[in-house]
């Protein structure tokens, strides 16, 4: 076999190793900050030869102009062109040569890059990480390159998928002012209008060490990788130039908004949306139960009841993004052919006000318990998992620690604080409705009464 498919093969096998005992064990860690400004923090694991390397930038698409939206996603894929010291086109073949894998992410709060490869090339993880915060090649090429590519993925995933506009637009209705109110990909005229100026002033406010944390999780030893740390990041300059946070606030919604959206499907899908606490926050907890009572697993409540006995949608989903600031609460059902958006959404209500007037039951507060140790269980047992957690607690809350307290935060939930949630965030006041469909309709009587086109809405 091979170097290159065994370590490959090592990397796949390596996500199933660490038992869940080991994995809900105290997570040890080591942190500290760099003078530049660079948070460090290292998790060693010698349970296999793998490690993780990553990097957030406290930068999503929140931090955007909003006449220059789409910044920080397509920086997530500019910042793969190389740098002054790898020709474009070699970053991934580095990391893949070695055996391992890389990949990066955007939210509308930050942006994540990482490797995962054999513990014995983390140094080249590290050269080539710190390439990309200080000498990233940003120029004409490399930007109309992307630009050509952020394009094709927006008819793609978007534009030609199926309810493929849907994120865009919940939350182009469900925020009046805060910069939720576009998702990460953005819009392709603005990044056609931008000036290679523009962008490399977004790269020396946001791609700097002072706004960035890096997490290593694997098996390294904790001195040496200090010193090869020092040695690639050391002498990186801590940026100038003020990171622009957002100052607005939300207003409280105090009327429910229906919206009809029509794209290129065949079944209609209702989405409600709910503004909820931000994360971290015990309500936002307490959500995140309810939103798992509802739709995770064959046996949650909409499954058994909209999907299996009343046939009303195909699909039936809840969930909430986690966002650093209040976010929402999403509801989402695709009607079965025959059913009407009105009926649809009459049945997603019902079970909503079930909770809030009869609560859960205690089998079911033990599944929501049983199920987040597990998922969360689950993360902790892969090196990026660590890393990516490490990194989100320390950037969203200013406390890596969180991730040995996570656990306590879902069990200090009762079953009275989930009934409690479902009442005081799922009112018809702080709603948003969106029937999203076929364009076959438009035009036709419908069942969202005053309903506009969300396309129209800034």
Not at 122 to 128: N, T
Not at 282 to 306: C, H, M, N, P, W
């Amino acid at each position: 076999m091979k170097r290159n498919a065994f370590y490959s093969l090592l990397l796949g096998a390596s996500l199933l190793t660490v038992s869940a005992k080991q994995a809900s064990a105290t997570i040890k860690f080591t942190e500290y900050t760099m003078p530049n400004g660079l948070h460090v923090i290292l998790q060693e694991d010698h349970s296999t030869p793998i490690v993780a390397v990553s990097v957030m930038y406290h930068v999503g698409s929140k931090n955007e102009d909003p006449e220059r939206t789409g910044f920080a996603h397509f920086f997530e894929h500019l910042l793969f062109e190389g740098s002054d010291n790898i020709k474009r086109g070699e970053y991934m073949k580095f990391i893949q040569s070695a055996g391992g894998q890389l990949n990066a992410n955007t939210t509308q709060d930050r942006t994540f890059y990482y490797e995962v490869l054999p513990s014995n090339q983390l140094e080249l993880a590290l050269w080539m990480e710190s390439e990309r915060m200080a000498h990233a090649k940003i120029d004409t090429i490399g930007v109309e390159t992307q630009r050509k590519v952020v394009k094709e993925e927006k008819k793609q995933r978007y534009d030609n998928t199926p309810y493929g506009q849907l994120i865009n637009v919940i939350f182009t209705n469900a925020y009046t002012v805060y910069p939720y109110r576009w998702s990460p990909i953005g819009k392709e005229q603005y990044i056609d209008q931008a000036t290679l100026s523009e962008f490399m002033n977004f790269y020396k406010t946001f791609y700097v060490p002072n706004n960035a944390v890096l997490v290593i999780s694997g098996d390294i030893t904790v001195d040496q990788t200090k010193t090869l740390i020092n040695k690639y990041y050391g002498e990186i300059p801590k940026g100038t130039a003020a990171i622009p946070r957002p100052t607005v606030v939300e207003p409280v919604q105090k009327a429910e908004k229906r919206v009809n959206f029509y794209d290129n499907i065949q079944l209609p899908a209702v989405i409600l949306g709910y503004h909820i606490p931000k994360q971290g926050t015990d309500d936002y907890y307490a959500v995140q139960l309810l939103t798992q009572l509802l739709s995770q697993g064959k046996s949650s409540r909409f499954e058994k009841e909209i999907v299996d006995k009343q046939q009303k949608a195909v699909q039936a989903a809840a969930f909430d993004l986690g966002n650093e600031e209040p976010g929402l609460a999403i509801m989402l059902g695709i009607a079965s052919m025959g059913t009407k958006p009105a009926e649809l959404e009459k049945s997603m209500l019902t079970e909503i006000d079930k909770v809030k007037k009869d609560g859960i039951t205690a089998e079911e507060y033990n599944k929501l318990e049983n199920q987040a140790e597990n998922d969360f269980v689950q993360q902790n047992q892969k090196d990026i998992g660590v890393a990516t957690n490490l990194a989100t607690y320390y950037t969203f809350q200013g406390n890596a620690d969180l991730i040995n307290t996570e656990l306590d935060r879902y069990r200090k939930v009762t079953k009275d604080d989930i009934k409690r949630v479902a009442n005081k965030y799922f009112t018809k006041e702080n709603r948003l409705v969106v029937y999203y469909l076929p364009k076959s309709e438009e035009g036709k009587k419908n069942e969202a009464p005053k309903a506009k086109p969300a396309a129209k809405k800034k």
